[in-house]
């Protein structure tokens, strides 16, 4: 079984900082891209940042210049460092990853992390 398991989520007061962590694990031969989404209630899931696997990287603009997307190969981990957080980023961020994995046959798929909240308030 190949999973996604997220950690750092939490409440911080505007201006302030988190981390996001986003480990895979099982079977795993290679991670392709990796990347975190975000979803408010009643909005579509949208993209925040995303990491190649040569470490080429995509971000929302309203994350630029405030949220860094990382990751560590040896660990199968990506980390989301968010500063200067605002109200607006306020949502359940979500770990994705593009995984080829498998014991008896190999596949190709998308993980999903089970989502942590980060809520900003004063």
């Known amino acids: 079984q190949v999973q996604l398991v997220e950690s750092g989520g939490g409440l911080v007061q505007p201006g302030g900082s988190l981390r996001l962590s986003c480990e895979a694990s099982?079977?795993?031969?290679?991670?392709?891209?990796m990347g975190w989404y975000r979803q408010i209630p009643g909005k579509e899931r949208e993209l925040v940042a995303i990491?190649?696997?040569?470490?080429?990287?995509n971000d929302a603009d309203s994350v630029k210049g405030r949220f860094a997307i990382s990751r560590d190969n040896a660990k199968n981990t990506v980390y989301l460092q968010m500063n200067s957080l605002k109200p607006e980023d306020t949502a359940v961020y979500y770990c994705?990853?593009?995984?080829?994995?498998?014991?008896?046959?190999?596949?190709?798929?998308?993980?999903w992390g089970q989502g942590t909240q980060v809520t900003v308030s004063s």
């Open positions: 990491i190649g696997s040569g470490g080429n990287i």
């Open positions: 099982g079977s795993i031969y290679r991670i392709n891209a």
């Open positions: 994705n990853a593009d995984v080829t994995y498998g014991v008896d046959s190999v596949r190709r798929g998308t993980l």
